[in-house]
């Protein structure tokens, strides 16, 4: 009950307030009348322009609006008593869209909240020396002002007072203002040219937002502080110069600036806001000074051309999908002044291939490295007493000797076995998790009896895979996101392995090479053939030798049940296994 008593008094109390009578009315110099309150009754008598409430609170019931050039007087004469005009009240000229110019008298002092509220035809206004205040909101929705000189007897602009003045192209700022009020300029999207006095030392929250039409913004050495979004969604912006005076860097601050490729961030700043440098698709390096302590929640977040970034060993912290999404980043060093990685750090950074985690490290968020694919190798130390769910998703070997509970966290392989291209979670090699080579054409030693689930996941660089005869089991979605032709070595093609293992992120496509099946009665049948670029031996019992046509031994390899040699160019081959020999032409390029 006391809440609703509260709120009907509230309601009651401004309807009191905007119901209050206008104390008289006059013409104006271009025959509009005009509305005033007194403000002083003796002298110097003075009065305010203010706009023509009645009794009932009708807003602007009877009301004629000015139109065209508008002249306001600087005396207005009643009952013999002459006033000066001072000030132009609140929403003195609110929604006035008839109104195209505006000229304001040497005495007028003030320019209060909403004044010229929504004049959308207003183009060019007049304002003289002996303004003091532009209060907030004050010229707001004006989208067709192109032009407004503000006087050095100007001491304060309000916030928001030219938000949405789509017109204004340029603007000087009298060096009498000391702080650039939040969404003072807020989309004013044609804004192309700004100039700011060594006299500001503070640019507020929202204060250039949507400000498309900046390219490049100097920042006086007097400034400390940039707020929260104050230049978000500048997206022509290319450069920006931040001085060594700014301390703090707000939320958001450059947020979707799209167009900046570098920002240099000087050792004064000791704060950076969260997302402060968020979706900068253009951002290719920053450098981050030793004075900041925390890489902040999404800082550079979806940060897609950054390709380098230095951490200082002052920080301690790394935040929350700080460098999610930067897709162009290959390397990090983090320094060992880290403690904590937070949730998403790194995530779907698709092209980093080294990360070097210190000893300092304690925490890895949930999924801090997840779907950063082309991670080979990430050394966990022994320091780390907590690690997330799939914090490593998809990295393709984790070495770690510590005892976090959820092991592999996402990853393919724990403390696998390398060789060469291939990582094994076997010492016997019969179990390939991951992939970690080149490309080009690869061919699957046939120690090789299972295949992991997504061990060649967005392998793109591959042409050709070879899979031997003594796979008997492929997981699931082992090949998505490859484009490579897939060549299967086959007793039998075995049901659902091609809906299963390739996915529908598989670009490439799938040849079936089904080979004799092994019988009792032809185990010891020698079978040699060609295979693409390759030379298949089936059942050797001795060494196997591959000569050219000029006798020239080319390899060697060892008997097997199936034996794939790969040749370096197209020709004709002599194999020979024991007392057998045969010619085989490799005409595949």
């Known amino acids: 009950m006391k809440r609703l008593i509260t709120l009907f008094a509230a309601i009651a109390f401004a309807g009191q307030a905007w119901a209050e009578d206008f104390d008289f009315s006059a013409e104006c110099g271009t025959g509009q009348t005009l509305y005033y309150k007194i403000t002083r009754n003796t002298e110097p008598y003075t009065v305010e322009v203010t706009f023509p409430n009645n009794v009932e609170s009708n807003y602007y019931v009877g009301y004629t609006a000015p139109k065209g050039d508008l002249v306001i007087p600087a005396e207005v004469e009643k009952d013999g008593v002459t006033y000066l005009v001072t000030s132009i009240g609140r929403s003195a000229f609110d929604g006035c869209s008839g109104i195209t110019t505006v000229t304001i008298p040497n005495s007028v002092e003030c320019i209060d909240t909403w004044a010229f509220y ?17 209060d907030y909101w004050a010229f707001q929705g004006c989208f067709r002002l192109k032009s407004i000189d503000i006087p050095n007897s100007v001491e304060y602009i309000g916030a928001s007072v030219f938000e949405g003045c789509s017109g204004l192209t340029s603007f000087t700022i009298p060096n009498s203002v000391t702080v650039i009020e939040g969404s003072l300029f807020c989309n004013c999207r044609n804004l192309t040219e700004i100039v700011i006095p060594n006299s500001v030392t503070k640019i507020g929250n929202n204060a250039f937002s949507g400000c498309k039409g900046l390219t490049s913004f100097t920042i006086p050495n007097s400034v400390t502080s940039i707020g929260d979004n104050a230049f978000k969604g500048c997206t022509g912006l290319t450069s920006i110069t931040i001085p060594e005076s700014v301390t703090i860097i707000g939320e958001k601050a450059f947020y979707e600036c799209s167009g900046l490729t570098s920002v240099t961030i000087p050792e004064s700043v000791t704060s950076i806001g969260n997302s402060a440098f968020s979706e900068c698709t253009g951002l290719t390096s920053i450098t981050i000074p030793e004075s900041v302590t925390t890489i902040g929640d999404d800082l550079f977040l979806r940060c897609s051309s950054l390709t380098s970034v230095s951490i200082p060993n ?11 999404h930067c897709v162009a980043l290959t390397s990090v060093t983090i320094p060992d002044s880290v403690t904590s990685i937070g949730e998403e750090a790194f995530s779907w950074c698709e092209n980093l291939v080294s990360v070097i985690i210190p000893n300092s490290v304690t925490s890895i968020g949930v999924w801090a490295f997840s779907d950063c694919g082309r991670l080979k190798t990430v050394t966990i130390p022994d320091s780390v007493r907590s690690i997330g769910y799939d914090a490593f998703y998809l990295v393709k070997n984790i070495v770690y000797s510590g005892n976090v509970e959820g092991s592999p966290w996402g990853a393919l392989t724990v403390n696998g076995v390398i060789d060469n291209e291939y990582v094994y979670s076997d010492a016997k090699k019969t179990k390939l998790t991951a992939y970690i080579g080149n490309g080009g054409n690869v061919v699957i030693p046939e120690t090789v009896t299972s295949i992991g689930s997504r061990a060649f996941y967005n392998c793109s660089n591959i042409s050709t895979i070879t899979i031997p005869i003594s796979v008997d089991s492929i997981g699931t979605y082992a090949f998505r996101g490859c484009n490579a032709t897939i060549n299967c070595m086959v007793k039998k093609r075995p049901d659902g392995w091609d809906k299963n293992w390739c996915g529908d992120g598989f670009e490439g496509k799938i040849v079936w090479k089904k080979t004799t099946p092994i019988t009792e009665s032809a185990a010891n049948a020698v079978n040699i053939y060609a295979y693409g670029r390759n030379i298949v031996v089936e059942n050797a019992a001795e060494e196997i030798s591959v000569y050219d046509v000029m006798g020239r031994l080319v390899c060697r390899d060892v008997p097997w049940r199936v034996s794939t040699i790969n040749v370096n ?11 057998i020999a045969k010619r085989v032409v490799i005409s595949q390029k």
């Open 314 to 324: 002052s920080v301690t912290k790394i935040g929350k999908y700080a460098f999610s």
């Open 569 to 579: 160019g197209t020709g004709v081959y002599i194999v020979k296994v024991g007392n």
């Open 118 to 134: 929504g004049c959308g035809n207003l183009t060019t206004v007049t304002i003289p020396n002996s303004v003091k205040i532009i």
